[in-house]
């Protein structure tokens, strides 16, 4: 939550003189609200947001809208940073307000949400910025070793490993999710590509796909990989904040993901995990040696980031933990299966995830009856929006073909799920 202690700014500013107290702008020193553990139904969420009204928006798979809370926050250290500039952002205050300290928080912050050590996290512009870093300066990789990966990862993290591949000499080995994605068939996947590609080296996992919403049993792969000697990076963007698990359960070495999807953090960042004793297999981002080499934050590229985005971390993750991660589990797999389950008497409908709550959560795809094409997707996707204000996306790149994906969010309500109901039971022959 915002740090009560920002007092000091203004403390800070008038010892340096009452010119910069003078242009500090007012109510920089509200207090914090009330978030405590727990104190808010997961069935009140809806509430704690500002929506646009008019659209049913079930794309929050692109990334979460800030609640009010968070918003607010985001907005008073954005004027603050404004305000006291490179005051602030140089360190140059007297009581250790400025830029490190409320880097430092934010890790910490992160680092708390997902069961890991500070030195263990670093913040990075965005999942896919945080995945990158850790995909193209994994350090052990050498020319002629395989790196593997699948249709259904994202399209960023894709473009990494093949940039392994152009880059650094790697053969890159991609393979096709099975459908339908039990879980015997994605661990037969897995099992068949490692057992196939004994040279590989390093292996991209999806915890839940952008694509179709797939959950994958990530330890499970993981485990497979290492026995045959193959490190993994973890892509968690869909998962952390979402699913109620952390970083260690997964028994992975290096994952990313996105705070500003699932934390409901301010566009613009992201974070990536290291564990302990691994450190020295990522190589530093770009000669960033603006810490030491054993310092964690070397490994994102540096520059300067959105200063206020960054502060207002640690009131997304005192949001996560006033719902709690496993309230906000449940009320995602509600919003989900009750759209879901509402579509399943529709035969022009295909769900493309198995039937399983192990293999889902909140993000679902379906596609149509007749849609085989690119050009057939956007067409529903259009429609949806277009004739029933219900605003969904599409997405290539699976082997199968195309798929709409629906991505109920926080802030989601029951109607905007009944209004994609009522469309798809209004379109589902549209293609036919």
Request: proline share 6%; glycine share 6%.
């Amino acid at each position: 939550m915002p740090n009560p202690d920002r007092r000091l700014f203004l403390k800070s500013a008038a010892a340096c003189g009452p010119g910069l107290l003078a242009a500090a702008a007012p109510g920089l020193t509200w207090a914090a609200p009330a978030l405590a553990a727990g104190s808010i139904s997961a069935d009140d969420l809806p509430a704690q947001f500002d929506v646009m009204p008019g659209v049913h928006n079930l794309e929050a798979g692109y990334w979460s809208m800030m609640p009010r809370v968070v918003a607010e926050a985001f907005a008073r250290n954005t004027t603050l940073v404004n305000s006291a500039n490179a005051v602030w952002a140089r360190n140059v205050l007297p009581g250790g307000e400025g830029w490190t300290t409320e880097a430092a928080r934010a890790q910490a912050a992160v680092a708390r949400q997902v069961g890991a050590s500070p030195a263990e996290i670093a913040i990075a512009r965005s999942g896919a910025d945080a995945l990158q870093m850790l995909i193209v300066n994994y350090r052990p990789l050498k020319a002629g070793d395989a790196v593997i990966c699948c249709d259904l990862d994202y399209d960023a993290m894709l473009a990494a490993m093949q940039w392994l591949g152009t880059h650094r000499g790697a053969r890159v080995v991609k393979f096709a999710m099975p459908e339908p994605a039990t879980t015997a068939n994605i661990l037969a996947a897995y099992e068949a590509v490692l057992k196939a590609t004994p040279e590989a080296k390093l292996l991209l996992v999806t915890q839940v796909s952008n694509r179709t919403g797939l959950v994958t049993p990530v330890r499970e792969i993981v485990a497979m990989a290492r026995a045959r000697g193959v490190d993994t990076v973890v892509d968690a963007a869909h998962g952390v904040a979402c699913i109620d698990f952390q970083i260690p359960d997964l028994g992975a070495d290096f994952v990313g993901w996105s705070v500003h999807k699932w934390t409901s953090a301010p566009l613009g960042t992201g974070a990536l995990y290291i564990r302990k004793g691994r450190l020295a297999d990522i190589d530093i981002a770009y000669e960033n040696h603006n810490q030491p080499a054993d310092d964690i934050n070397t490994r994102v590229a540096p520059g300067t980031v959105n200063f206020a985005a960054v502060m207002t971390i640690p009131t997304a993750v005192d949001f996560h933990f006033a719902v709690g991660a496993a309230a906000k589990e449940a009320r995602m797999r509600k919003l989900r299966n009750r759209w879901v389950n509402a579509v399943a008497d529709l035969p022009n409908v295909e769900i493309c995830v198995p039937d399983d709550p192990a293999r889902y959560c909140a993000v679902t795809s379906f596609r149509l009856k007749g849609m085989a094409t690119d050009a057939d997707a956007q067409k529903v996707q259009r429609r949806l929006f277009e004739a029933h204000k219900v605003h969904t996306v599409w997405r290539a790149g699976i082997s199968r073909g195309p798929a709409i994906r629906v991505s109920p969010g926080l802030f989601t309500t029951e109607q905007d799920v009944d209004a994609l109901v009522a469309a798809l039971r209004a379109e589902h022959a549209m293609l036919l």
